[in-house]
């Protein structure tokens, strides 16, 4: 593996795994390929924009034609694939957008991989287990997807299986606990509430706010999808998390103690439909490849914090427009 086309790289986790492999290998070779819908963002690699190991081509993975030609071009040989849309609230509004891209575009990707005898890495999500009321998921767990957005990336998984099975496509599988820490796109929960925090606003938090979530360092994330990247079994899924556990109301009164707000902008609002009481891991495949977090929860929280603390030249513009709008009728105007 020398050239690497990172779909989804200007996005969260593809961005930070940019730096990352740059950093990590010197004769690596990042070919970013990303559609730069509202959460790709440039500014995201304003960095690493001219390292002479780096470049950026702006593609839809749905378009074959652009990804054949990308493959091409640049002589990838790996494809890690972090395009998707991943908004849990956006697919309940509309999850037109979500079935296109995360099962389509994944369909386009895999048929480069078989055509071009690529390694293929797929970067998943642990929501298409469903609501684990009892003990954690494991691998083998029969998916169980309560959103559309958890049902177009458990689609995804199975696609790629069979791709496996019928193509023998050299393909492995991550199925990551939530990512906190640099670059993430203010709608998600922790950059919402920290963001919000900073100017005094309500923190709008779903309904007790006792749903139980494992939020992991994304560049514990990172480092260990190169590990399966480059020693796990062909063909296997792996979770990705820390196997710690914390409410989200416990998430926001730490947000709020770092920094120095009170809890009375914590603000209940109504649930979303379906949602997950609780996601638990289980990662004794992972570890048994010798992956272990740097970061427990409170160690993310705190750097995360610190980020957007650091950086609001970052996340303030974004906190406008399109967003705006989608905040207006997400939360202000929930009943």
């Known amino acids: 593996m020398k050239n690497l086309l990172i779909t989804g790289g200007a996005g969260f986790i593809g961005s930070n795994f940019v730096r990352y492999v740059l950093n990590r290998y010197p004769d690596y070779r990042t070919i970013v390929f990303d559609k730069l819908t509202y959460a790709g963002n440039l500014d995201n690699l304003r960095d690493v924009e001219k390292h002479p190991r780096y470049a950026f081509i702006r593609g ?46 994944t369909y386009v990707l895999l048929e480069a991989a078989k055509k071009f005898g690529l390694r293929y890495h797929q970067v998943g999500t642990d929501e298409v287990y ?27 998984d199975l696609l790629i299986h069979a791709y496996v099975i019928t193509h023998r496509v050299a393909a492995t599988m991550t199925r990551g606990a939530n990512n906190i820490g640099p670059y993430q796109y203010p709608e998600k929960v922790v ?51 820390t196997g710690q556990e914390t409410e989200n109301i416990v998430m926001a009164r730490m947000i709020l103690k770092m920094l120095g707000k009170p809890e ?11 949602h997950d009481r609780r996601y638990a891991l289980d990662v004794t495949k992972l570890r048994a490849l010798g992956w272990e977090p740097a970061h427990n929860f409170e160690e993310a929280l705190q750097k995360t914090v610190q980020w957007y603390v650091e950086n609001e030249w970052w996340w303030r513009k974004l906190k406008s427009g399109e967003y705006l709008e989608y905040y207006k009728k997400q939360y202000v105007e929930r009943k």
């Open 130 to 156: 469903g609501w684990v009321e009892q003990g954690r998921s494991i691998e083998e767990d029969r998916l169980l997807p309560r959103s559309p957005y958890a049902a177009s990336k458990a689609g995804a």
């Open 60 to 105: 839809d993975i749905c378009d074959a034609s652009a990804v054949e030609r990308a493959v091409r071009e640049h002589n990838i040989d790996t494809i890690v694939n972090f395009a998707a849309e991943t908004h849990v609230d956006r697919s309940i509004m509309d999850a037109d957008a979500f079935i296109k891209t995360d099962i389509y575009g």
């Open 264 to 274: 009375s902008l914590i603000q209940p609002v109504a649930d979303r439909p379906g």
């Open 191 to 241: 950059p919402l509430f920290v963001t919000n925090a900073i100017d005094n606003k309500p923190l709008p938090l779903y309904g007790d706010g006792k749903q139980v979530r494992d939020y992991q360092f994304v560049l514990d994330h990172c480092e260990a999808i190169d590990l399966v990247l480059h020693r796990g079994k062909i063909g296997e899924f792996y979770n990705v998390g």
